[in-house]
């Protein structure tokens, strides 16, 4: 159960378009539609942004795309907003119950 | 309104036992798979252990696989994880969350997480 490879930061300025990347392997982000992004603002509990590699659940900006090229899935975040800095983590299935999440990615916002 | 609230957290010998819970409201208990997510101080997310909505099923990470144990009493509404033999490297805030999706057999991610309860091991 290694963590999945995120980079450990990314920035962009405002109205601008980041994309951050989840490396796994073939037994989790390459062997399941069972991805997930979760965004973390400090000293604040993850909130849960796209689940099954691009689905976002109701109230979750249409700013915020996801997607999966073989084990490496993708976080996007279009016309880049001073509120979306915060750590994002994607995670995935791994087996019965059981998870992994990723390294974790520190969003900057110039 | 869905509520998660964790409890038992505290500091705690190392080699020694602690148990955490999380009180839930707001949704049919019973229905959703919970999970154990901690986050040492300044690091990431760590998936610590999962049940399914009858108990039927449940999963460890091998961090903490047969020190460990996850359980549910949804009578109370409550989830619990009995922390045994614990170590230093186990110090993190200990968070519960919740299945996005009822029953079984879809993973849909954790909808709702609780505010967390600070576990720190030390001597």
């Known amino acids: 159960q290694s963590a999945l490879t995120q980079p450990a930061s990314v920035s962009g300025s405002p109205g601008q378009s980041i994309t951050i990347s989840c490396t796994g392997t073939?037994?989790?982000?390459?062997?399941?539609?069972?991805v997930y992004w979760y965004q973390q603002h400090p000293g604040k509990a993850p909130k849960l942004m796209i689940y099954?590699?691009?689905n976002r659940p109701s109230g979750v900006s249409n700013r915020f795309s996801g997607s999966k090229s073989g084990n490496t899935a993708s976080l996007t975040i279009s016309g880049l907003q001073a509120e979306d800095e915060a750590d994002y983590y994607c995670?995935?299935?791994?087996?019965?119950?059981?998870?992994?999440f990723g390294t974790g990615t520190k969003v900057t916002v110039l | 309104e869905v509520q998660l609230v964790e409890s038992g957290g505290g500091l705690v010998q190392p080699g020694r036992s602690l148990r955490l819970s999380c009180g839930a409201s707001?949704?049919?208990?019973?229905?959703?798979?919970l999970h154990w997510v901690r986050q040492a101080p300044g690091k990431g997310l760590e998936w610590v252990a999962g049940?399914?909505?009858?108990?039927?099923?449940?999963a460890y990470a091998d961090s903490v696989k047969g020190r460990f144990t996850i359980s549910r009493d949804n009578t109370k509404k409550s989830l619990y994880l009995q922390m045994n033999s614990v170590r230093v490297e186990d110090t993190a805030l200990y968070y519960c969350?919740?299945?996005?999706?009822?029953?079984?057999?879809?993973?849909?991610?954790?909808?709702?997480w609780g505010q967390g309860t600070l576990v720190t091991v030390s001597s």
């Open positions: 969350a919740k299945d996005q999706a009822a029953g079984s057999g879809y993973y849909w991610g954790f909808d709702y």
């Open positions: 707001g949704f049919t208990f019973d229905d959703y798979a």
């Open positions: 049940i399914s909505w009858n108990s039927g099923n449940i």
């Open positions: 073939s037994s989790d982000v390459g062997g399941y539609t069972y």
């Open positions: 099954d590699v691009s």
């Open positions: 995670s995935s299935y791994v087996s019965s119950y059981s998870y992994v």
